[in-house]
């Protein structure tokens, strides 16, 4: 009698998955290639090579791209990405907007809309219709164009779990909703897979994927809106706790006796350092309720008098930035990060809030200066959690999950 060892052998599926992957993943990061130069760059032999790159050519994922002119002897037919046939949706949920992204499998842009979401949110049956009623705009659009959509993703500030449920979401006002399957529901049980996810987790993923960072393994992002937030990437992986609920750093007491945060205690760093409270110390006749009113136009003010050397206005980001230094001090100890990126609002701020930033940060983080920390404003901007939504199915993709033939 012999003991089961727990080691499973992959079957040939599963082989050809990661082949298929391992070529996808060559193609996207050095296209144009030739099928000899990806044998070479992989260690695969020449005629699994051209077995996989005939079926990725079959799902519309790589497509050739005439002869190679710079070769001696006959010339190599060259292979880029293709994707044509597909789409993915993001859809980013804020306190005081909607963003929808579509983006075919190359990142280039589809669609890009923005709605005003304050008079939903306070309500989770009207702010799921919202939701899913500009997502099935974006899901026509792309079927009028001849693409099928593979997956929505869509992000929300709070505490996500793995299933979808929005456990708790302070400044959306909601507590244990099904956004996932509420949305599944909403939309009919769609051909394509649905996802929700926290924001920040979904704007590291596109920070790291488009920005300027491809070779970071160690991010993390703040996020910068009515809440706060940290999606953060550690050895190169999504960091997402137990049950999908890491990142919560606005919630760290960083002034015991402060001001009051919505999640009940008190001296948060959102109370301290969120934008709400940024523009409550600059703009004292603005909405008494920020966390459900469209904040650009007050950001955009508070730009307005920094550019013009307003004494209150800079002294409110220069004070905003310690306190985020004194936050991210915190991820920057626990898991070294390479760079801190600014998003949401606190990007266009950025100017502003890095200088004192990255003082409280060199003063609190252990790690030595030298090769140490950077801090950046988003590359993205404003769009980094929705275009992170949409981009979650090519990392998908990229490690194996196909589609199985065009449409």
């Given at each position: 009698m012999t003991a089961r060892t727990g080691v499973q052998t992959a079957d040939f599926a599963d082989v050809k998955a990661a082949n298929l992957a391992v070529v996808l993943r060559h193609v996207r990061g050095n296209a144009p290639c030739s099928r000899a130069d990806i044998a070479a760059a992989t260690g695969l032999?020449?005629?699994?090579?051209?077995?996989?790159?005939?079926?990725?050519?079959?799902?519309?994922?790589?497509?050739?791209?005439?002869?190679?002119?710079?070769?001696?002897?006959?010339?190599?037919?060259?292979?880029?990405?293709?994707g044509a046939p597909y789409a993915t949706i993001g859809v980013e949920v804020g306190s005081d907007h909607l963003t929808a992204l579509a983006v075919d499998l190359l990142g280039h842009r589809l669609l890009s809309w923005r709605?005003?979401?304050?008079?939903?949110?306070?309500?989770?049956?009207?702010?799921?219709?919202?939701?899913?009623?500009?997502?099935?705009?974006?899901?026509?659009?792309?079927?009028?164009?001849?693409?099928?959509?593979?997956?929505?993703?869509?992000?929300?500030?709070?505490?996500?779990?793995?299933?979808?449920?929005?456990?708790?979401?302070?400044?959306?006002?909601?507590?244990?909703?099904?956004?996932?399957?509420?949305?599944?529901?909403?939309?009919?049980?769609?051909?394509?897979?649905?996802?929700?996810?926290?924001?920040?987790?979904?704007?590291?993923?596109?920070?790291?994927?488009?920005?300027?960072?491809?070779?970071?393994?160690?991010?993390?992002?703040?996020?910068?809106?009515?809440?706060?937030s940290a999606g953060v990437v550690a050895?190169?992986?999504?960091?997402?706790?137990?049950?999908?609920?890491?990142?919560?750093?606005?919630?760290?007491?960083?002034r015991p006796g402060g001001p009051p945060c919505v999640c009940g205690r008190d001296g948060c760093l959102e109370a301290l350092a969120g934008i709400p409270a940024l523009i409550r110390r600059v703009l004292p006749d603005a909405d008494t309720d920020l966390t459900a009113a469209d904040l650009a136009p007050d950001v955009q003010e508070l730009i307005?008098?920094?550019?013009?050397?307003?004494?209150?206005?800079?002294?409110?980001?220069a004070e905003t930035g310690r306190w985020l230094g004194h936050g991210a001090s915190t991820l920057t100890n626990l898991v070294n990060s390479e760079v801190v990126i600014l998003g949401g609002y606190f990007a266009p701020l950025a100017p502003w809030l890095i200088p004192s930033l990255e003082v409280e940060l060199a003063h609190r983080t252990a790690a030595p200066r030298a090769g140490g920390c950077r801090v950046a404003a988003a590359t993205l901007g404003t769009d980094s959690t929705a275009l992170g939504a949409a981009a979650r199915v090519l990392d998908h993709i990229d490690s194996g999950q196909l589609p199985e033939h065009s449409p």
């Open positions: 032999n020449k005629a699994t090579v051209s077995n996989l790159v005939a079926d990725l050519i079959d799902r519309r994922l790589l497509r050739e791209d005439g002869p190679s002119g710079f070769r001696i002897g006959r010339p190599a037919t060259m292979l880029a990405l293709d709605r005003s979401f304050a008079e939903h949110v306070s309500s989770p049956g009207r702010a799921v219709a919202a939701i899913a009623a500009l997502a099935r705009r974006a899901a026509i659009r792309a079927a009028r164009q001849g693409r099928q959509v593979l997956g929505l993703t869509v992000g929300v500030p709070g505490l996500v779990d793995n299933d979808g449920v929005v456990h708790r979401s302070p400044h959306l006002g909601w507590s244990d909703v099904d956004l996932r399957g509420r949305l599944v529901s909403a939309l009919r049980g769609p051909a394509y897979s649905v996802v929700v996810d926290n924001d920040a987790n979904l704007a590291v993923l596109a920070e790291k994927r488009y920005g300027p960072y491809p070779e970071a393994t160690n991010l993390a992002y703040l996020t910068g809106g009515a809440a706060i050895d190169g992986r999504l960091l997402r706790g137990n049950r999908g609920f890491s990142g919560a750093i606005g919630h760290l007491q960083v307005r008098r920094a550019t013009a050397g307003d004494r209150p206005a800079l002294d409110a980001l």
